[in-house]
């Protein structure tokens, strides 16, 4: 009977140890996300800091999936960073930090994990870095007017024509 009694409590404390909270919000509740590279050892050129395309949310959010709990993180030397605003107004703040080796190390909040490796973190931070500014250069679908606003710009067919004549009186040509 007292082998029972003393198991049980720490059969109870193993089960409490192995739940860990998720620390990364679901990526319905992301408001904004940031992500920057510096301090690149591979001789790349830094990335300051841009604002991720929604559409790379997941691409982002998949560096992390595999990751495994680190409570000995070694002095790696930071690699990059990514803030995660959330619509409640909560963040979490992430740390990249090269390591040299098959396992890249990140910091979410407080605590280190290994996953993704570095070459993998600087690839997907540089494609959505890449969107951004495709997407900051050229607004889709849009030109300059001369008021110096954006304008949609439309592409003329006998369609758009005829809308255009019944839309503001103008005769069909």
Known sequence: MKVILVAWPCLALAGCQSQVEEPLPPIADISEMRAGLYNRPDAGPDIDEFVVLPEDYL???????????????????????????????????????????????????????????????????????????????????KELNPSGGWALKLKSTPLTAARSALSFGVPNK
């Open 59 to 141: 691409k982002v959010l998949s560096l992390f999936g595999d990751r495994q709990l680190d409570n000995n993180p070694a002095a790696w030397q930071v690699l990059g960073g990514v803030t995660i605003k959330c619509e409640d107004g909560a963040e979490s703040l992430i740390s990249f930090y090269w390591t040299g080796h098959d396992r890249g190390a990140f910091k979410i909040d407080d605590r280190y994990y290994r996953g993704s490796e570095d070459s993998e973190i600087i690839s997907v931070l540089i494609d959505c870095h890449t969107a951004a500014q495709n997407r900051t250069r050229q607004p889709p679908n």
